[in-house]
């Protein structure tokens, strides 16, 4: 069995736009098609060895009663604006050694992005519970990345602002 799957779509932006959506902690939420990642503390990343903290909740995917938890996401490679990968560390010591990664490439409609899930490099006792995610929750991401470059999306101090000009024209 294949120890790595993939997924591409062409999407109408140029690489450094998209490439900042993943290397933002709330980049990673805002696409995640999982329904897992609840939120992100920390700030984007640019070199090897950079992390953010991720709020997760397994209950989304409805397999282990795991609740509410954080991992760090701890970047492995980057190559702005053409490949970003990260493991995952969080209870479990030593960390499974899994990989999630995209990688852009320039295209005259946009970049093709590619998303991949790599986990020959995980312990061979974790090995068994891979694919925690399919392929089509990686094609799934792409659509949501595309939405999100095309429209931004929601970070705490977005919504900070947003809660206060509301709070603004209540006053008023």
Same mark, same amino acid.
């Given at each position: 069995?294949?120890?790595?799957?993939?997924?591409?779509?062409?999407?109408? +932006?140029?690489?450094?736009? =998209?490439?900042?959506?993943? /290397?933002?902690?709330?980049?990673?939420?805002?696409?995640?098609?999982?329904?897992?990642? !609840?939120?992100?503390?920390?700030?984007?990343?640019?070199?090897?060895?950079?992390?953010?903290?991720?709020?997760?909740?397994?209950?989304?995917?409805?397999?282990?009663?795991?609740?509410?938890?954080?991992?760090?996401?701890?970047?492995?490679?980057?190559?702005?604006?053409?490949?970003?990968?990260? /493991?995952?560390? #969080?209870?479990?010591?030593?960390?499974? #050694?899994?990989?999630?990664?995209?990688?852009?490439?320039?295209?005259?409609?946009?970049?093709?992005? /590619?998303?991949?899930?790599?986990?020959?490099?995980?312990?061979?006792?974790?090995?068994?519970?891979?694919?925690? =995610?399919?392929?089509?929750?990686?094609?799934?991401?792409? #659509?949501?990345?595309?939405? +999100?470059?095309?429209?931004?999306?929601?970070?705490?101090?977005?919504?900070?602002?947003?809660?206060?000009?509301? #709070?603004?024209?209540? !006053? !008023?």
């Amino acid at each position: 069995m294949a120890e790595r799957f993939s997924a591409r779509r062409t999407v109408p +932006a140029p690489p450094r736009a =998209i490439f900042k959506v993943l /290397t933002d902690p709330d980049g990673h939420v805002a696409i995640d098609s999982s329904g897992m990642l !609840q939120g992100a503390s920390g700030v984007p990343v640019e070199r090897v060895g950079d992390a953010f903290v991720v709020h997760m909740d397994r209950e989304a995917l409805g397999d282990l009663p795991m609740g509410a938890y954080d991992v760090r996401v701890v970047i492995t490679r980057i190559q702005p604006p053409e490949r970003v990968e990260w /493991t995952v560390e #969080g209870t479990i010591k030593p960390p499974i #050694g899994h990989v999630y990664g995209y990688e852009l490439a320039p295209h005259p409609d946009g970049s093709i992005v /590619t998303s991949y899930c790599d986990w020959s490099g995980a312990a061979d006792e974790w090995k068994p519970i891979f694919p925690v =995610i399919d392929e089509k929750a990686l094609r799934a991401s792409l #659509g949501l990345l595309e939405r +999100a470059v095309r429209r931004g999306y929601p970070t705490p101090a977005a919504s900070r602002l947003r809660a206060d000009s509301e #709070g603004d024209r209540d !006053q !008023q």
